[in-house]
């Protein structure tokens, strides 16, 4: 694979290719710790690299160099080169001014137009709808490998989301829609270095991009909030919930996707333990 890399990016004059674990769809490769590389290995994959070509150019002349500038190298395999962003992921880094950071990120990528970005514009209604479907796929997936009383609790939840109107009454923005340690890079000084891996981003909800933070690191995700202008609606903090709750059924549904066992274990785990 190294000898791959080194082919497909030959310009560099790559001298180290070190490949990177923890991603879904794509291999990842750091050349001489300065670019990164991501190669594409199926159609998805393929698709979320072309589309974050497209946006996020556009998205960084919102919101600065924080975030990566990916250039098409070439299509046999979709393959992506960007200079590396250097920091330490969030939760092994030294505390410092990144949350209010982050927070002031997230508060002008969500007044960002959708359109501008060259994503869909879309409605409450529309993203509710989706929802319904995913979750209706997620339930057949999760649920038969969950004892009574979790099945229960996980059709519960799933109603609560779905069915509650209040839960729909928001402005659907732009978002980051995967945003939790793995993806937010800080310097040694404590300074927000870098937001990466925007292969999610589209039309949504923004509660959404802070439903990990206010749950797992709950006091960096209030002062996260702070910094973003506090909850701009009555149902955010539940909406922040239930996305965080419904992260690890995604797990799930990639470790039978795979046939990973662990992965599957994993996932049901934090599956089980955000149902309480």
């Given amino acids: 694979m190294t000898a791959e890399v080194t082919r497909l990016v030959s310009w560099l004059q790559p001298k180290t290719v070190t490949p990177l674990t923890g991603g879904w769809t794509c291999e990842t490769y750091s050349v001489d710790d300065a670019w990164i590389v991501q190669i594409a290995r199926t159609n998805y994959a393929a698709n979320t690299l072309r589309h974050q070509v497209r946006t996020l150019p556009k998205l960084a002349s919102h919101l600065g160099p924080k975030i990566p500038s990916p250039q098409l190298v070439c299509d046999g395999p979709t393959t992506v080169v960007y200079r590396k962003l250097v920091g330490t992921r969030c939760d092994e880094a030294p505390d410092g001014a990144w949350p209010e950071q982050l927070g002031v990120m997230l508060s002008r990528l969500h007044t960002i137009s959708p359109a501008s970005l060259g994503l869909e514009t879309l409605g409450p209604d529309t993203i509710r709808e989706d929802r319904r479907a995913d979750l209706k796929k997620l339930l057949a997936i999760v649920v038969p490998r969950l004892g009574d009383e979790d099945r229960v609790k ?14 729909w009454r928001f402005t659907p923005t732009a978002i ?18 870098g937001v990466i891996d925007w292969e999610e981003l589209h039309t949504g ?48 549904d990639h470790g039978v996707t795979t046939n990973d066992p662990e992965t599957i274990a994993s996932g049901l785990e934090g599956v089980r333990a955000r149902l309480t």
Avoid: Q
């Fill in 154 to 167: 996980a059709a519960v939840l799933v109603a609560g989301s779905v069915d509650d109107a209040r839960n």
């Fill in 176 to 193: 980051h829609a995967d945003l939790g340690p793995e993806h937010v890079l800080v310097s040694p000084a404590g300074e927000l270095a």
């Fill in 205 to 252: 909800d923004p509660a959404s991009d802070f439903g990990w933070w206010l749950h797992a690191m709950p006091a960096i995700g209030r002062r996260m909030l702070d910094a973003y202008g506090g909850a701009p609606d009555d149902s955010f903090y539940v909406r922040a919930k239930h996305a965080w709750a419904f992260g690890p059924w995604h797990e799930v």
